[in-house]
């Protein structure tokens, strides 16, 4: 069976996502970010080279998005273990239950 190659459409909200969690992210983490955050980086980045381009290498971009997005996930310190630490439990919970979600919806548009 074909792997499904994401639509224009589908990239755009796939890059918003990950915007916003790197924009929640740098906000509220001031340490050196992890290895992970720099593949969501470059998810980014490659949306827009591609967007440039008129989404001319569509399945390739596909491809590179859930090469990197799988990285992210599994590797060593991946996002999935990430939490940005507060000295506040109650704070540091609330921050780290944003960004299980927002790593969630990520998910359900990279695996639909």
């Known amino acids: 069976m074909a792997e499904h190659t994401f639509t224009p459409e589908e990239i755009e909200i796939i890059q918003l996502a990950i915007i916003g969690l790197l924009f929640y992210v740098k906000i509220h983490d001031k340490r050196d970010l992890p290895y992970c955050v720099r593949h969501c980086e470059r998810i980014v980045k490659n949306i827009d080279v591609c967007r440039s381009d008129c989404y001319a290498d569509i399945e390739e971009l ?22 940005i630490p507060n000295a506040a439990l109650e704070i540091q919970k609330n921050m780290n239950r944003a960004i299980s979600r927002q790593i969630s919806v990520i998910e359900r548009h990279i695996n639909s």
């Open 62 to 83: 596909t491809l590179l998005i859930k090469k990197d997005w799988s990285i992210a996930c599994g590797a060593h310190n991946s996002l999935l273990d990430y939490c």
